[in-house]
């Protein structure tokens, strides 16, 4: 069984920041390209932000969080980040990390990000 440990997520005003974390079980975070995905009320779980595997040279976002949000992998740590900028109201969701091809079927708790107008 694999796990992802979210964290940082909380209530902040629009154009704030909030930096999230996942840890991640090591022999599936060295070896997977890795995402980030959220999820609204009503809305599917859609994918965020994703990192190649390795040293994380490659990146891809949503248009919706392009220039704003931005990825990164410790590969020390089997921590992935996302910082996020300029946050907007319609950022407002459970955010989950998993791997970027292929997710595991056991998604972690996510954190909550509230962005408030």
């Known amino acids: 069984q694999v796990h992802f440990a979210e964290s940082g997520g909380d209530l902040v005003q629009a154009g704030g920041s909030l930096r999230l974390s996942c840890t991640a079980s090591r022999d599936i975070f060295i070896f997977n390209a890795m995402a980030w995905y959220r999820q609204s009320p009503g809305k599917r779980r859609d994918l965020v932000a994703g990192v190649s595997v390795g040293a994380g040279a490659f990146t891809n976002y949503a248009d919706s969080v392009k220039g704003r949000f931005t990825i990164s992998r410790d590969n020390a740590k089997n921590t992935l980040y996302l910082q996020m900028n300029n946050l907007k109201p319609e950022d407002t969701a459970v955010y989950y990390c998993?791997?970027?091809?292929?997710?595991?079927?056991?998604w972690g708790q996510g954190t909550r990000v509230t962005v408030s107008s």
């Open positions: 998993n791997t970027r091809e292929s997710p595991s079927p056991y």
